[in-house]
């Protein structure tokens, strides 16, 4: 996956951060995505996350350095790492959820593309481009059939095993199929 980052200095710091986390899977990613991404929680990240005990520190979005951004930043960071979506650890604790974790309030800001790529990070299944239906179907069709040459072979019915066939492949068989089937007048001509 082509990761989209603010600058190269973003780039940067977000690889040598990843680097020194003790994971490197999608929620480490997208915290160090995140962390590297606002200037004023880069010069922060040891009041939102503790690097060496692998956690994020609630108290840290209540610090006077942080900026309407930078909060929506630490939000969202906060919400990939473990579903927060409390002010506090007193409104954690009180079951009080903040309006401010709301997609209307976290998005609405310029890094709206960069908080996007952090999703892709943390979710990066969801991510992937969807296989359109027809592409899946052929695929399990091929393998169906590449298996069915192999054990005809292995059981004496062939003395060779051809070429595994393509998808692609697979494709034009079945619509030639389908036309000496159902459409033999256009062979013909």
């Not at 956690?55 to 930043?73: D, F, N, P, V």
């Amino acid at each position: 996956m082509d990761i989209l980052f603010y600058d190269q200095t973003h780039e940067t710091e977000y690889t040598e951060l990843l680097n020194s986390m003790k994971s490197k899977d999608e929620y480490h990613k997208a915290a160090a995505y995140l962390l590297t991404l606002d200037r004023v929680i880069k010069d922060h990240i040891k009041d939102v996350f503790d690097v060496d005990k692998d956690i994020i520190l609630h108290e840290g979005l209540c610090k006077a350095w942080q900026t309407g951004t930078s909060r929506k930043t630490t939000r969202l960071l906060f919400n990939l790492w473990n579903g927060f979506v409390h002010e506090s650890s007193e409104d954690f604790e009180n079951d009080v959820i903040s309006k401010y974790y709301a997609v209307d309030e976290i998005f609405n800001c310029n890094y709206m593309p960069y908080y996007v790529q952090a999703l892709k990070l943390r979710f990066p299944i969801y991510a992937e481009e969807p296989a359109k239906p027809y592409e899946r179907l052929l695929k399990q069709i091929t393998a169906k059939h590449n298996e069915e040459v192999k054990s005809n072979f292995q059981s004496g019915l062939l003395d060779f095993v051809p070429d595994e066939i393509t998808p692609e492949e697979m494709l034009m068989q079945i619509i030639a199929g389908y036309a000496v089937r159902n459409c033999p007048e256009v062979l013909e001509n």
